[in-house]
């Protein structure tokens, strides 16, 4: 059975740096997307980026340049390394993923399994 767990996240103020790392087991097929979403209160989960097995990465346009995905492979190991963070940062990330037989992957929540999630607070 597939399964994935977080580990990271915390308090940081304006500007600071933050790690998320994902654990990832159980998924089979040709390929594995894993992705970070994240989720504000009244919002709704928004995908951050995906990054395919074969290491084609997607990024959202809110975090684009201040965000990088990255995975080990070999220890089916997800990370997220989160610079010059702002409040409107502040959220629950959540690692996700699925297996899939295309060459990319989907942005589209509906396809993934989840994590625990990790609370990431960032403070003025």
């Known amino acids: 059975q597939a399964q994935l767990a977080e580990s990271g996240g915390g308090s940081v103020q304006r500007g600071g740096s933050l790690k998320l790392s994902c654990v990832a087991s159980?998924?089979?097929?040709?390929?594995?997307?894993l992705a970070w979403f994240r989720q504000s209160p009244d919002n709704e989960r928004e995908a951050l980026t995906t990054i395919h097995s074969s290491g084609t990465i997607w990024y959202a346009d809110s975090v684009k340049g201040r965000f990088t995905v990255s995975r080990d492979n070999a220890k089916n190991t997800l990370f997220l390394h989160m610079n010059n963070l702002e409040p409107e940062d502040t959220a629950m990330y959540y690692c996700?993923?699925?297996?899939?037989?295309?060459?990319?992957?989907?942005?589209?929540?509906?396809?993934?399994?989840w994590g625990q999630g990790a609370q990431v607070t960032v403070s003025s």
């Open positions: 159980g998924f089979t097929g040709d390929s594995v997307c």
């Open positions: 996700a993923g699925y297996a899939t037989m295309r060459t990319y992957c989907s942005p589209d929540r509906h396809h993934y399994l």
